[in-house]
């Protein structure tokens, strides 16, 4: 399997490695358990807004299928690989079966730089790869949802592009969609707000007032800005924020509503002058209570892992943290741990309910899908803090204890295809 070869897929293997180990699984059952059910790679030819034709790469990976369709969301970088893809839908798999959702971890990507796409090419982008993976999805086959440089309007191209090709509107295919188009109330916020409820259950477990506590935030995209917001309106003092142009600092906390504005005039953090500037490396070591990585996976390494200065560290972002720093964490008891799969999993629970919604043709409010929302990350937050209690285990590997341990359950149990 060496096409998946890449620091974030091995990375991810070696996760999964040592909780086989704990978990005792047969070593003939873990390649199957492991890599992925299926990926494509394709082609991705557009017409640029000058005339020229550029060929960009996309790909689609489907970890497994063995509790129904697969699930996750597409991403636009310029560093998208296989590998990476293959690592996030891993990750999506165990994340599922955490949080009991009847879904396989799947993940997608095209190769670009969307800031420096004009809304045309985007369009084109997402309605080619549509195309060339059409095969691949459906409402009981694949859903894609919004990831790292997509958006509601991403989600709405990829449903028209299905729907035109099925000859009727199929809103179930992806989630993430606009409201108007059959999304979820409440999707677009939820892996932010699922990332505030869980820091204050970590808060209440380590007995923290939040509005005692400081928190900082790298990442400032949807999720991160969405998680400080909902830290803001607990009283928690928002102290650091980043985006790929660096950081800014400012110990008596930042106005977040300026911070949106200058967003909404820029579309980025450069040149905001309400703060000092720091950059991404140094606003990881800052001292504060709570510490939110939501940007790229790999921020938090052996080179700055014995240097952080956080009573929670909640990752928002996908494998932000190295199994390397996770053995320098392991050694730190007065760090809270939510780990990536726990932490984030609010997107995919209320894309789950979007597309319960769309396949019903049945609505419900924002506070109905909060509540239950609430109630899922509360159950998986449960029964990983109590597995990691009674087994002297890392919160991490309580979590991908529970979430793998289902998925080898259920692969037992349908058995194996000769």
């Known amino acids: 399997m060496d096409i998946y070869r890449h620091p974030t897929f091995d990375m991810a293997c070696a996760q999964f490695d040592r909780v086989a180990d704990l978990l005792g699984i047969d070593p003939l059952d873990r390649d199957r358990l492991k890599y992925p059910k299926r990926a494509l790679t394709v082609a991705v030819p557009v017409r640029m807004d000058d005339g020229t034709v550029n060929v960009f790469t996309g790909f689609r990976v489907q970890h497994h299928l063995s509790l129904g369709p697969t699930k996750g969301g597409m991403r636009y970088h310029p560093d998208v690989a296989l590998g990476e893809v293959a690592a996030l839908a891993m990750w999506m798999s165990w994340k599922c079966a955490l949080t009991g959702l009847p879904y396989g971890g799947a993940k997608g990507g095209v190769t670009c730089d969307p800031r420096r796409l004009s809304i045309n090419e985007l369009e084109g982008i997402t309605r080619r790869f549509t195309q060339e993976i059409i095969s691949f999805i459906g409402q009981q086959i694949d859903i894609p949802a919004p990831d790292v440089g997509t958006n509601e309007q991403t989600m709405a191209w990829m449903m028209d592009t299905y729907s035109i090709h099925t000859g009727h509107s199929v809103p179930g295919v992806v989630t993430g969609k606009p409201v108007s188009l059959g999304g979820s109330q409440g999707r677009r916020e939820a892996t932010g707000r699922g990332v505030g409820f869980l820091v204050g259950r970590a808060m209440e477990a380590l007995k923290l007032k939040p509005q005692d506590c400081t928190a900082v935030v790298q990442g400032f ?7 400080a917001s909902s830290l803001a309106h607990f009283g928690t003092k928002i102290i650091a924020i980043s985006d790929v142009d660096g950081g800014f600092y400012n110990a008596n906390g930042l106005d977040l509503a300026l911070v949106d504005r200058h967003l909404a005039q820029h579309r980025s953090l450069a040149g905001f002058t309400e703060a000092d500037r720091i950059t991404n490396e140094e606003l990881l070591l800052l001292p504060c209570d709570v510490l939110v990585p939501a940007a790229l996976e790999r921020q938090i390494t052996e080179k700055n892992a014995a240097q952080i200065q956080c009573r929670i560290l909640a990752e928002a972002a996908n494998g932000p943290t190295t199994p390397e720093a996770d053995a320098i964490l392991d050694q730190r008891p007065e760090i809270f741990l939510i780990p ?44 990983t803090t109590t597995l990691a209690r009674a087994r002297g285990l890392s919160m991490r590997t309580a979590a991908l204890s529970l979430g793998i341990q289902r998925v080898h359950e259920a692969k037992k149990l349908r058995g194996l295809f000769p």
């Open 221 to 227: 995209g949807n999720v991160g800005s969405v998680t």
């Open 340 to 383: 990536d799969i726990l932490c984030n999993a609010g997107g995919v629970v209320v894309s789950y309910f979007e597309w319960v919604q769309d396949l019903q043709s049945f609505f419900w409010d924002e506070a109905e899908v909060m509540g239950k929302l609430y109630r899922i990350l509360e159950t998986a937050f449960k029964q």
